[in-house]
Every structure is written in structure tokens, then in C-alpha cells.
């Protein structure tokens, strides 16, 4: 996973203007009369004034030179001269938010981003950065109190965090999965596990007692709050509910008291004690009547929701989070803070079509041959084999694509036409990569230090790898990139050998006529390794791979990919500053 941003520029020329046409005013005369005999008739009227005759012009000859077009350039292609696919977004995916009552500003946790964004709640502008400088790593929630002291939740790491208005940092181990965080209107502070383990517990503010399990089975909470009863009202994800919880009953004791959200990912309570659901797999806000059950749609997206919260003026910030977006809800409507654009760049891949898709985690978008967006698959956690389940790799298989998602464990076929998931795969440890070779589909497994078939695990076609990261294959030999050795193999038939050795922390590989291109990331450049020779030569150069890793998660964190396309072009993604280039050859 990844942040940062740049731009890229691009040249472009113009021909000449054709020279402006002379206009030419030929002499006009008068024309001539006689006068007529004398007669007795009667007298006649002079004859009628001439007009001149009509103005005339006359136009050059059209330039019918030619100028040959520029050359293409030469390798290595310097950076300025890619063009973007998309839009590089300024953060890199988001997910818990929490409007300071102090200042107004927006407090947004991003686990990708590996860091927390303060934004002006009028234009979105990013005002701070928090980020592994000042203690945080992998935010999933945050919470500003009212003077100011910022608390969040580290998913991965499993911390809960703290930074007091003087700038003190603080952190205590609650465990992996930590993630929803709030405060009681009496100072008490609370946090919940998903996804990497279970539980509600209280936390000391201070941090220094160790929390409180008040119930280490209740699973799957997320974003939750305190209503005016002063019971806590929280999401179960998995099951669609709104819960009640009463944090000093022994046991606890969850009560449902509304249901039918596809997934319930938030509640949050406006000033006058009214409760707001996030329905994330609709993309969808509620306001909720508790006493009648009806409920009021305020919002509905094409993409995914993860949190929302009200400022002190009841205005509502969502977190449409892969698409990097805040959007506001208050008196004047929806306003949406900035642009979509991509935040967590992985694998690309070009179908025969020419559609160009990229893998950021929780989305996968298809792009024309304009760089605009045709195409959106959003992870809504759906059941194995029924949906779209995130992609950090992806791979084209004729018209098909390969997908693996190393947070999930899932190594999915999809028909891109349809979103119909045609094989669903969840045994591989830590997928990074998948892709076809020959007639089996293999993948990267960084839990095994191998790569495998997918349908049998057994079927190890190259073992005792530390970070196996990329994937190509000519449908006989099999490539292969180690990220921490940064060896680069090839496996056939007759068994396996070490085609480089000592690359900087080489990640994605594609097959290029009759080289290898690899994505060198600690040298910020893709190289080509000629597959006769071994000789190897800069391809591409001035690329950016500096995200941080993310506590808790794999070292190369995203997959840096380079993909060739039907015509030529080669797109590489830079997860250090959130792009993916085209380079015209």
C-alpha cells in the first residue's frame, strides 16, 4: 500500500499557420451612354446608373509541404515523457473520519495512505499530514476530542494511538484488527476488533492501563457512537444489523435494533440524537427513525462508503474512500470534496480490447485508450464466488482477468464484460501475484516463499523464495521476481535457473518480445533483461517508488506492475505517487 502524488507533463506541438490570403480590388468604370435622335416621341428617361461590378479575390495556392512527424524517442524513457491514465489522486484510500470540534477541520485515517489527512471541511484542501514521523502506521479509525487530542486505531499493527494537543505521542497494543474507535460524552474510551481478530474494549484515555475486554467474541463491529441514551450503537458488518450495546452490562448483551443494510459499515448520531447508517455495499446514507424503522436515504453512490461523521453544525462528512473522495451533506445538498482519482496503484494488465485495468486494493477500474475511467469493480466483501472480492494484482487471461488480493486471500477469474466470477480460489497464504501458465493458474504465495498451482497447493513449480513478486510467462518458461533476494528466475520443463541476480527489490515483469522488462523499485527505474544474453539496459527512468510499508503488512507493500499493450505501448504504476503511465514507443 502506498501514498504521494506528482504530475506528469507532456509534450505537444503545432504546425505553422498558412499565410493569410491577399484580397485584390480590380478598377471599376462607369458604363457608357449615347444620347437618342431627336424625335417627336415622347421624351425619354435617362438610362439607369451602373453598379460596379462585383468585388473579386483571389486565394494563394494551399501549402502542400508536409512535415514529418518527430521520431519516437529513444530508451531510456525519462518519466516527463509518459502520459497519465487517470487521475493521481492526493491521498490513497480512506477510511474512519472524525470532524474536530475544535477547528472544524477533517480528520480522515487512511490504512494505505499510512497516514491521517487533515482537510478544510469547505474545499477539502489538505492541511497536515500525520503520518510514521509522529507514531501513526496504518490508521483504519480516528477520534478528536474536544481540546484537540487526536486518537486512532493502527488495523494491522494493532495499536491504538494518541497525540495530545502539545504534540505528545503515546501508543498501547490492543491487537491486530483494531479498528473502530469513540468516546462516551463522560470521557470513556472504546475500540473494537474485525477482520484480523474480535472483541469490544474499553481503553484509559491516558493509555497507560491496560484495556478492559468487555466481551472478546462480539465480532465484526465497525464505526460506532454513543446516542443520547448512553448506550453504544454500532454496526455489525457482516450481518446488516444496527447493534445496542450497553457497555456496563455483564455480560453484554447486543440488541438489534434495526436490520436489511447490505453491509453496515457506520452509525453515527447528528446533535438532536438522530441515528445515521452507512449501508457500504449500496454505497448508501440513512437517516434512521429507531422508534418507526423508516429510514431516509441521504445519499447514494456507485462506489463503496466506509465512515461518516457530523461537525458541531450537524453537516455531514462521508468517506467515499476508494475513490478518495469526501463528500458533504448539509443544508445547501451533496458537495463532493475533490476528484475521483487512484490512490492504491497495483497490478495493471491491457485486455485485447485495449482496455487498460488497474488493481487498487478495494477497486479495480478499467481505463480507454483516453485514460478515462469505463469500468469500476468495487470490493463489497461478498460472499466467496459471488462478487468482485479487491484485486492488488491483476493479469489479462485472453479476455478474462486474474485477480489476487493479498488482504483477503482470495485468487479469483473474472469475465470483465459481465463481473461474473468464473473461479474463486481462498487456500493460497498471502497471495501477491497470479497469472496463467500453460493450462494452470499460478500465483506468487509470500506465506510459502513459493509459487504454486492454484489448484494444488502441492504443485510448487519454484520453492525457497523470500518475497516472490512478479509473474510473466510465454506459456512454457515462467518468470519470476524475488523483491528481497532480487533474483530473477525462469522455470521450464527442465527445471529452474537464476536469469539476474542483485536487482534493487524487483516486483512486477512482463514479457517483451524477446526481453524481459522488470520493475527495479529500489532503483526507481524498469529495466530490460535481454532473455539470449542476459545483458541488461534501463528502459524506463525518474520513477518514484517511496511509500512507506506499512507496519504489520509485507515490506514491498503495493505490487508495482508494468504491463505491454496490443500496440507497443508499455503503463507502469507508481504506487509512490499514485499514477500509472503510458509510454508511446
Partial sequence: MATAFALVGAACASDDAADEPADTEP???????????????????????????????????????????????????????????????????????????????????????????????????????????????????????????????????????????????????????????????????????????????????????????????????????????????????????????????????????????????????????????????????????????????????????????????????????????????????????????IGLPGGVAVTPDGTVWLAELFVLRGYDADGEVTTSFYDAFAEPGTGFAGAASVSADGDNLILSNTFSGSIQLMDPATGEILQDVRTVVFPVNAIRHGDRIVAAQAGGGNVVNVDDLDDVLLADLAIPTGLASDGTTLYVSDWATGNVWAVDDGGANVVVEGLAQPEGIAIDGDRLLVVETGAQQVIAIDLASGEISPVITGLDFSAIPIEGFLPNGALSSVAIGPDGAIYVSDDGVNSLYRFER
Avoid: C
Wanted: net charge negative; glycine share 10%; hydrophobic share 35%.
Fill in 27 to 341: 478598377a471599376s468604370s462607369e458604363a457608357a451612354t449615347t444620347e437618342p435622335p431627336a424625335t417627336d416621341a415622347p421624351e425619354t428617361t435617362e438610362a439607369p446608373e451602373t453598379t460596379e461590378a462585383p468585388e473579386t479575390t483571389t486565394t494563394e495556392a494551399p501549402d502542400t509541404t508536409t512535415t514529418e512527424p518527430p521520431p519516437p524517442p529513444e530508451e531510456p524513457f525519462d518519466v516527463s515523457l509518459a502520459t497519465l491514465v487517470g487521475r493521481p489522486a492526493d491521498t490513497s484510500s480512506l477510511n474512519g473520519v472524525s470532524v474536530s470540534p475544535l477547528d472544524g477541520n477533517v480528520y480522515v485515517a487512511s490504512v494505505g495512505g499510512n497516514e491521517i489527512t487533515v482537510h478544510d471541511p469547505e474545499t477539502g484542501e489538505i492541511l497536515d499530514r500525520i503520518g510514521p514521523e509522529r507514531g501513526v502506521n496504518g490508521p483504519d479509525d480516528v477520534f478528536v476530542t474536544d481540546d484537540g487530542t487526536v486518537y486512532w486505531t493502527d488495523l494491522l499493527a494493532g495499536n491504538v494511538g494518541m497525540i495530545t494537543p502539545d504534540g505528545e505521542f503515546k501508543k498501547q497494543m490492543v491487537g491486530p484488527g483494531v479498528n473502530p474507535i469513540t468516546m462516551s460524552d463522560d470521557g470513556r474510551l472504546f475500540v473494537a476488533r474485525i477482520f484480523l481478530g474480535d472483541g469490544l474494549y474499553e481503553i484509559d484515555p491516558m493509555l497507560d492501563a491496560d484495556p478492559i475486554p468487555l466481551d472478546e467474541t462480539l465480532a465484526g463491529l465497525n464505526a460506532f457512537d454513543f446516542g443520547p441514551d448512553g448506550a453504544l450503537y454500532a454496526p455489525s458488518f457482516f450481518t446488516g444489523d444496527v447493534l445496542r450495546i450497553d457497555v456496563d452490562a455483564v455480560p453484554i448483551a447486543p440488541e438489534v435494533v434495526a436490520s436489511g443494510f447490505g453491509i453496515s459499515s457506520a452509525v453515527k448520531f447528528d446533535s438532536a440524537g438522530e441515528p445515521h447508517v452507512v449501508d457500504l455495499e449500496e454505497g448508501q446514507v440513512f437517516k434512521l427513525d429507531l422508534a418507526s424503522g423508516d429510514r431516509e436515504m441521504l445519499l447514494d453512490i456507485d462506489g463503496t462508503i466506509d465512515n461518516m461523521s457530523f461537525d458541531t453544525d450537524d453537516r455531514l462528512f462521508v468517506i467515499a474512500g476508494n475513490d478518495n473522495q469526501i463528500i458533504r451533506i448539509d443544508d445547501d445538498g451533496v458537495t463532493e470534496l475533490g476528484e475521483l482519482g
